[in-house]
């Protein structure tokens, strides 16, 4: 089955850092792009980052821009989100999705509805 479990999530102060890991099983993780999105209470979806399956484009949501980094290591099926300077309003649920690309050139969104795979999440809590 395909399977996405997040990992790294926790507590920090205003300005640290946090390091998130998403891993994959049940597919290869060459064949998708994958999105990191957040959501906090009573918030909409945010798609946060995105990286492509081979190539490794990557996209930012205004919000994160100059404070988060999205990569992938395709070997250990990992996608990791390194964070920070966090604020206050980073504080949310950080899910990763993927979507396959069939070999495609398929474009790397921030729109999590385009990603057919979600995993659990992990709670990022930046707060003094």
């Known amino acids: 089955q395909v399977r996405l479990v997040e990992s790294g999530g926790g507590t920090v102060q205003p300005g640290g850092s946090l390091r998130l890991s998403c891993e994959a099983s049940g597919f290869s993780l060459r064949d998708y792009n994958i999105l990191w999105f957040r959501q906090a209470p009573g918030k909409e979806r945010e798609g946060v980052s995105s990286i492509s399956s081979r190539i490794g484009i990557t996209h930012y949501a205004d919000s994160v821009k100059g404070r988060f980094t999205i990569s992938r290591d395709n070997a250990k099926k990992t996608v990791y989100l390194q964070m920070g300077s966090l604020k206050p309003e980073d504080t949310a649920v950080y899910y990763c999705?993927?979507?396959?690309?069939?070999?495609?050139?398929?474009?790397?969104?921030?729109?999590?509805?385009?990603?057919?795979?979600w995993g659990q999440g992990t709670q990022v809590t930046v707060s003094s």
């Open positions: 999705a993927a979507k396959p690309t069939y070999g495609q050139t398929v474009m790397t969104g921030l729109t999590p509805d385009e990603y057919g795979y």
